[in-house]
């Protein structure tokens, strides 16, 4: 079945620094992935997506590039702020027209602190 | 995106009782789905709603549990049946919007005492 792998956290940067959380995934087929990011007391929220091999998905800053041959997603941000404290989780998605309708496979989230 | 809300946004139930969480999105859609978020933990899905048919159940949830209506396509409710402590946890709908994306509704947190 499929499964997505984080890095282990919580992370802690200063403000300004550069961020990369890593996300490896297993799974059949040509999946899309995301990420989404979970601010304190808050829901998930879709921070980015790629769909495609090679694809790069970008917001706020952040970046991630799907790499099909290291089956990874990592996530980076050149400089990070107190605002960007929050919970991240990779997640993966089969074709949404095949029969499991799209459901997301997540990773078990990486914690992310950011002091001034 | 969908616009998503829940209710309610929190409570704190006995063990025994159950209690119905709403989702409402503001623009129709096929597929809604179901997620769990126990203590410090990533997100499971429970269960996919599709508009006139019976929700399909994720392996480790059943429908005594956690039965599920889909009465529209604006509109769902999960009901957390028969609650443990083991239940508590925060509950989340989302919805498919296009071919790829997912949208989160806040979610509901849920304490069992």
């Known amino acids: 079945g499929n499964s997505v792998t984080q890095m282990e956290g919580p992370v802690t940067l200063s403000e300004e620094a550069f961020l990369t959380i890593n996300c490896t995934y297993t799974?059949?087929?040509?999946?899309?992935l995301f990420w989404y990011v979970q601010y304190p007391g808050e829901g998930l929220q879709l921070l980015l997506k790629a769909t495609k091999a090679d694809d790069k998905g970008s917001n706020k800053g952040f970046e991630a590039t799907y790499r099909k041959e290291t089956t990874s997603f990592h996530l980076e941000k050149g400089s990070v702020q107190v605002s960007d404290s929050a919970v991240y989780f990779c997640?993966?998605?089969?074709?949404?027209?095949?029969?499991?309708?799209?459901?997301?496979?997540f990773g078990q989230g990486t914690i992310l602190t950011v002091h001034p | 995106s969908a616009v998503i809300s829940q209710k309610p946004s929190r409570d704190i139930c006995q063990r025994g009782t159950s209690l119905t969480i709403q989702c409402q999105v503001d623009s129709q859609v096929t597929m809604m789905f179901w997620y769990r978020q126990q203590p410090g933990q990533s997100l499971t899905l429970i269960a996919t709603?599709?508009?006139?048919?019976?929700?399909?159940?994720e392996s480790g949830f059943v429908i005594d549990k956690f039965p599920i209506s889909r009465p529209n396509l604006t509109f769902s409710t999960l009901t957390v049946s028969n609650m443990s402590p083991e239940d508590s946890s925060i509950y989340l709908c989302?919805?498919?919007?296009?071919?790829?994306?997912?949208?989160f509704g806040p979610g509901t947190r849920l304490t069992v005492t």
């Open positions: 997640a993966l998605s089969d074709f949404a027209g095949g029969t499991s309708y799209g459901k997301l496979t």
């Open positions: 989302s919805v498919r919007d296009g071919p790829y994306e997912q949208y």
């Open positions: 709603a599709n508009q006139g048919s019976e929700a399909t159940y």
């Open positions: 799974a059949t087929g040509y999946p899309s």
